[in-house]
């Protein structure tokens, strides 16, 4: 039964730089793959810590932490579904890594991950390419960060929820009336990654509610009225924005 449930869980995150990866890879990964569970607010790893997995997350989410130099904690980004974390062939972690919701990660113990590597030519692309959109993961809250306005960077966070966590179902939710976004985190959580406070959150929401963009449905589920007007709060391309927009309505399949 957990052998077919980790099958099961592990091909959810196939359409990742790892899709690619020929059967037998998979199939070594899977015979590997450690199922491990964490409560809200638990650490998976630590600061300056030399992990001894590498993870992959099948459900919830992760928060990538930083301890700046004045004791302040600064969230840096997320992980969900079908993110891997973990460093190969080096030393320590950067960031703690804490779970934000309960989450359930796969950990794949690092000596036989580096093993595989070295052992399998269709590995090491994907292992690059997950680096790769790292990196620009990381640019895109950069750009977000930037924003003076905080209204600003609520609605680049929300952008990116849709282009980033469209292939996510329980998040993002394309209708006639607009696009509902689940905000996974919790309000204390966003005022941390998007450097501002919980009340400047509201604040930011009921603005662009005001305005017709969005309807705050719930604290937690945001429904997008206009996908342009938005991308023009964020200093975003309003075509790019609208591209996102068709793209979420060509990929969402309707319950029968």
Request: aromatic share 6%.
């Amino acid at each position: 039964m957990e052998e077919h449930r980790k099958e099961t869980r592990l091909s959810l995150v196939k359409s990742t730089p790892f899709s690619q990866l020929r059967p037998e890879t998979w199939g070594a990964l899977e015979v590997m793959c450690r199922v491990k569970s964490y409560r809200a607010n638990q650490t998976v790893v630590h600061a300056q810590e030399r992990s001894y997995f590498i993870g992959c997350v099948l459900s919830g989410v992760l928060r990538m932490e930083k301890t700046l130099a004045d004791g302040r904690a600064q969230i840096v980004g997320l992980l969900v579904q079908g993110d891997f974390f973990g460093r190969v062939f080096d030393g320590t972690a950067e960031f703690s890594i804490e779970a934000a919701t309960d989450t359930e990660i796969c950990a794949f113990p690092r000596a036989e991950f580096e093993a595989l590597l070295t052992q399998s030519p269709d590995l090491e692309p994907a292992v690059l390419l997950n680096a790769a959109n790292e990196l620009d993961r990381a640019r895109e809250w950069l750009i977000i960060l930037s924003n003076q306005k905080i209204v600003g960077r609520i609605a680049g966070f929300l952008l990116l929820m849709c282009s980033r966590f469209r292939g996510i179902d329980h998040i993002l939710q394309p209708g006639p009336e607009g696009v509902e976004v689940k905000i996974p985190i919790s309000r204390g959580d966003l005022a941390h990654l998007l450097g501002t406070r919980p009340e400047s959150i509201s604040r930011s929401l009921h603005s662009l509610s005001d305005r017709g963009v969005i309807d705050i449905l719930e604290p937690d589920r945001i429904l997008i009225r206009d996908m342009k007007a938005l991308a023009l709060a964020a200093d975003e391309d309003e075509i790019e924005a609208i591209a996102i927009l068709q793209e979420l309505l060509k990929n969402h399949r309707t319950e029968p």
